[in-house]
């Protein structure tokens, strides 16, 4: 049963990314962290496939998140998705071993079959 973690603080934007996940992306389960400090604990009550972590956060950064998630789980595949999106927070994020990184205007769908493939979800 395929799993994703959502954590973005913002709720709308985390509804759009679990409907997509769920319905159109063959992931039969999603779970929502509005703040970065409940999504360890949500990721040890889930175990995902997959975490998708919004890259500006009032706690912590994605980055930092992202190396709190692979402590625990360390092959877990971690896509960043960012309003502000440069090709130096590209970059940085590539080079710590983000999976992907998109805008948050970009076509969630690429997001979606990214997430898919990095966790072999058919």
């Known amino acids: 049963m395929p799993a994703e973690l959502i954590v973005d603080d913002d709720h709308a934007f985390q509804t ?3 409907t997509l996940f769920e319905e159109g992306g063959g ?9 970065a ?3 360890p604990v949500k990721s040890k ?6 975490a998708v972590v919004d890259f500006s956060m009032p706690e ?3 980055l930092q998140l992202a190396r709190e998630l ?3 789980e360390p ?10 999106y440069h090709v130096d927070i590209r970059n940085e994020a590539l080079a710590f071993g983000i999976t992907c990184v998109l805008a948050k205007l970009d ?3 690429t997001l979606i079959a990214n997430a898919r493939v990095a966790c072999a979800v058919g």
């Open 16 to 18: 759009v990314l679990r």
């Open 27 to 35: 992931f039969d389960n999603c779970v929502e962290a509005r703040i």
């Open 37 to 39: 400090s409940e999504a």
């Open 45 to 50: 009550q889930l175990l995902p496939n997959s």
């Open 60 to 62: 912590m950064n994605g």
């Open 70 to 72: 692979r402590a625990r």
């Open 75 to 84: 092959g877990l595949p971690v896509f960043t998705l960012t309003a502000d």
């Open 107 to 109: 076509d969630l769908t």
